[in-house]
């Protein structure tokens, strides 16, 4: 008997016999788990945590009791906390029923690279966190002055600063604080009207941080506040991609688990927590000394992230609880920052378009522009942009995470040993490739370490099928060709392969299967289809310039986005990578408190488009599934798309 088994955050899934380890059933799917004690169980590497809950998306249940029992080399590896929060380890753990497995970043094999920041932008540093040094009068018995009163008349005194308030934290260790300081103190305020932190003595850095969470990858930037310098940056997948890999699913695992909600909050707020170690390890700093935070994500991140009901965002007509920009205090989300810090919450614009691209257009600042400016923020959740000074629309599209690695066969995250740069041969369809990590182009007889494609190398490796007319403009994969490439897959269904086994490290040939073709169309046809409708809209044929952005963004080859038909025509050389805008947005949030009105200025002046209820939306989308497209035409590749038509000519003449 066989049972359903999938592998989060990958989102690796498959049909595995019943007896099979965790760990066994791991290598089968390609996922990539430590194991270096070589299952002798005591190295406590290979660790995986269960999800427990009925997943609507899958349509599994999945359960402890569809595993074989704990052991005591288990339970003597792990801590209280993790049993009670169902941890086993793979190596050790059969499966007897359908189980849905999240592996947790230190249990895998390939860390993910750090997203790029993409171009340098200029801003003015003004944050919201500023520090005041002051020397008092020490108390007496004569001046019955409190500490916090001669904070106050101080900061009045010698910096003009009046109207001054406390958060209530500052006032329990405040008066030790002010003594080892010898009543000489530096006080850290927000917007220079609470004090938030006392330190004793001079005390000259101001510490805050960024974060993007996206649907699938979160990025988080520690930065200097005096100096508007970033000091680190770190991202890691999404925790709650266990429990959904689009934000659907996360809304329907919140409806349909009494305690959905609740696990996914506290899963980002752990994952916050993480990160922001992480960082202030490797700065020499504690997460003490961080009085703010800044965060971006679409309404739906945003409403589990703040442990919001997300159901009504849902359902039509959309609707958040709040739009507005918000200060909520960390310690009342159980982040763990100074006890005084804040947390900034940028606008949302309408439906599931939020704080995130609130935050691409504050770093991009169309609005200030003359050209007409199509900006794509690339994700699970794809938000366009399109205008300029005169008048801006925005909408958003479900893309799926195939542009990001999942639902891919062998999609992974950007790490090393994933192929992000393809090129096939059209006349011998022979394949060379570029892995993270290493240099050169590699391909057949290589020992190249391949474990499969990141986002960059399946749309690369898409648009290469395609100019090698291994694929038809349909998707299709191209009958007429007989090639050893070209194969049945074990479903029966046609098949591409990228890496021969042999030059693997998972020691499986590396595969371009028809669904994840029809994978990244729909995924592009959602671009498609959203940008086109925003041309209509503001009545152009044509735009001046097209700003890819995301972390994938800043990899993309913008020729291969372009031969699938990722985004309307425009001259390749306007089509520029801009890396992590939203991430760039969040931290001029956070180094100058000027862009955050300029942000509540934008959402509500930014038009938002509802693409999906369009009467032609169907017809659109289908003929955007072609590739480049059914009807349209793209001059900026004519030459691309005639040599193609060319070779496929010449091909057919050859056969008959």
């Given amino acids: ?51 427990e ?13 569809n595993l074989s029992p704990i052991t005591e080399e288990e339970i003597s590896v792990f801590s209280k906390k993790e049993l009670e929060d169902s941890y086993r380890l793979a190596c050790n753990t059969e499966i007897n ?33 500023k520090k005041y040094y002051i020397e008092m009068v020490k108390a007496t018995l004569e001046d019955h002055r409190g500490d916090i009163e001669r904070i106050k008349e101080a900061l009045a005194e010698k910096y003009g600063l009046t109207g001054i308030e406390v958060d209530y934290r500052v006032l329990l260790d405040l008066s030790p604080r002010v003594r080892e300081g010898d009543w000489k103190v530096t006080v850290t305020l927000s917007h220079d009207r ?27 930037y520690l930065c200097d506040l005096r100096k508007g310098t970033l000091i680190s940056k770190k991202s890691m997948m999404n925790p709650q991609v266990r429990y959904g890999e689009d934000v659907l699913a996360r809304i329907t695992y919140s409806m349909m688990n009494e305690d959905g909600l609740e696990k996914m909050h506290q899963s980002i707020v752990e994952g916050l927590n993480t990160l922001t170690e992480k960082m202030c390890e490797e700065a020499k700093i504690t997460p003490g000394a961080i009085t703010e935070m800044v965060l971006v994500f679409n309404t739906a991140m945003h409403h589990i992230a703040l442990n919001i ?86 909408t958003s599209c479900a893309t799926g995470p195939a542009l990001e690695g999942a639902q891919i066969k062998f999609g992974m995250r950007a790490a090393p040993g994933a192929i992000e740069r393809v090129r096939i041969d059209p006349e011998t369809l022979e394949v060379k490739y570029q892995v993270i990590g290493k240099e050169e182009w590699l391909g ?50 046609p098949e591409f392969v990228v890496a021969w086994a042999p030059e693997t490290s998972i020691g499986k040939d590396v595969t371009i299967v028809i669904d994840d073709v029809r994978a990244v169309q729909l995924a592009k046809s959602a671009l498609y289809v959203g940008a086109k409708y925003l041309m209509q809209k503001l009545g152009i044929e044509k735009v001046d310039s097209v700003t890819l952005a995301g972390a994938f963004g800043s990899y993309i080859d913008k020729e291969s986005a372009m031969v699938i038909g990722m985004f309307p025509d425009c ?57 480049p497209h059914a009807k349209d035409s793209f001059p900026s590749i004519q030459h691309i798309l005639d040599d193609i038509q060319k070779r496929r000519e010449k091909k057919q003449m050859e056969v008959s």
């Avoid at 932190?197 to 805050?208: I, L, Q, S």
């Avoid at 001029?588 to 002046?605: F, M, P, Q, S, W």
């Fill in 97 to 129: 029923g359908d189980i849905l497995v999240f592996v947790p970043e230190e249990s895998r094999g390939a860390q993910q690279v750090v997203l790029e920041t993409g171009k340098e932008r200029l801003f003015n540093i003004n944050p919201a966190i």
């Fill in 309 to 394: 009901d997300p159901k009504f965002i849902g359902r039509s007509p959309f609707t958040p609880a709040i739009k507005q920009s918000m200060n909520i205090k960390a310690r009342d989300l159980g982040v763990r920052l100074a006890p005084g810090a804040n947390i900034h919450i940028l606008p949302i614009e309408a439906g599931f378009v939020g704080p995130d691209n609130v935050s691409v257009l504050i770093a991009e600042e169309p609005y200030k522009q003359d050209e007409m400016m199509l900006i794509i923020d690339i994700g699970t959740n794809g938000e366009i942009d399109l205008g300029n000074k005169n008048k801006l629309l925005s």
């Fill in 571 to 627: 001259d390749l050389e306007k089509v520029v990578a801009v890396g992590n805008a939203a991430g760039d947005g969040a931290r001029l949030a956070l180094l100058d408190k000027d862009k955050r009105i300029e942000a509540d200025k934008v959402a509500k002046e930014v038009e938002f488009v509802e693409t999906a209820t369009e009467p032609d939306f169907q017809n659109r989308f289908a003929q955007a599934m072609a590739f």
């Fill in 194 to 220: 609470e004090i938030v932190m006392v330190e004793p003595g001079f005390v000259e850095n101001t510490y805050g941080i960024a974060v993007d969470i996206g649907t699938t990858t979160v990025a988080a």
């Fill in 444 to 493: 057949e007889g290589d020992n190249s370490g391949v474990k499969g494609l990141c986002g960059s190398g399946i749309v690369d490796v898409i648009a290469e099928m395609f100019k090698a007319d291994i694929i038809e403009p349909s998707g299709r994969f191209n009958k007429k060709l007989t090639h050893p490439r070209i194969r049945k897959g074990e479903t029966g269904k």
């Fill in 53 to 65: 809950g009925f997943f609507e998306k899958f349509g599994i249940e999945s359960k402890m009791s």
């Fill in 1 to 51: 008997m066989e049972y359903n088994v999938i592998f989060q955050p990958s989102g690796r899934r498959g049909k595995v016999a019943a007896g099979k380890t965790l760990l066994v059933a791991s290598r089968e799917l390609g996922v990539d788990i430590e194991a270096p004690c070589g299952e002798a169980k005591v190295c406590g590497k290979c660790k995986v945590k269960i999800e």
